[in-house]
């Protein structure tokens, strides 16, 4: 089976929610995906870093995103990118700047200095507005965002909203393949 389809399993099996759900957005969905419930199982953490080290372009050294969704996506790549000699740095974006200490949302900025180049990473989009505001962050302080993967986009609005930002979406899978 390939990394697509096991994927897709394994979403299906760990993530998938249907009934009557209210999503960050505020809209009702009768279709939920708690993509965590496959990051954060060894297996899901493993798949998903491959599938996203496979995609970032030569020249990323970092991989974050929104704190929570994000965070088992950056730990994971981080950890498998030095296994294959490859090393990419993670870091988090927090909603808001912390009230103390730095005071900076994104956290993990040690082996990022200014100007370099990041891969924004999220487990599920809507609309977008999260990963959005986390780009915002992570440019805010310094870092240059080339790139933005999800793991499941539900196709609605989110490519769109990034687009019109300046930024391209990939999806490692969306909603289509998990109906």
């Keep these: 089976m390939d990394d697509k389809s096991r994927l897709i399993t394994l979403l299906k099996e760990r993530s998938v929610r249907t009934g009557h759900i209210v999503?960050?957005?505020?809209?009702?969905?009768?279709?939920?995906?708690?993509?965590?419930q496959t990051t954060l199982s060894s297996e899901g953490a493993n798949l998903v870093a491959r599938m996203i080290l496979t995609r970032l372009h030569s020249d990323v050294i970092g991989v974050g995103g929104p704190v929570t969704g994000a965070d088992p996506i950056a730990g994971a790549v981080a950890a498998l990118s030095w296994q294959r000699g490859q090393p990419i740095h993670g870091f988090m974006v927090r909603k808001e700047p912390k009230g103390h200490a730095t005071g900076h949302c994104v956290e993990g900025r040690f082996s990022l200095p200014n100007g370099s180049k990041v891969c924004v990473v999220e487990d599920t989009v809507t609309t977008g507005g999260s990963l959005l505001k986390a780009i915002q962050h992570a440019e805010n302080e310094g870092l240059e965002v080339t790139q933005c993967i999800t793991i499941v986009d539900r196709l609605e609005g989110a490519e769109e909203l990034l687009k019109a930002a300046g930024h391209q979406l990939e999806s490692l899978v969306t909603r289509q393949d998990l109906l």
């Design 23 to 36: 999503l960050a957005s505020g809209k009702t969905s009768d279709f939920y995906v708690d993509a965590r």
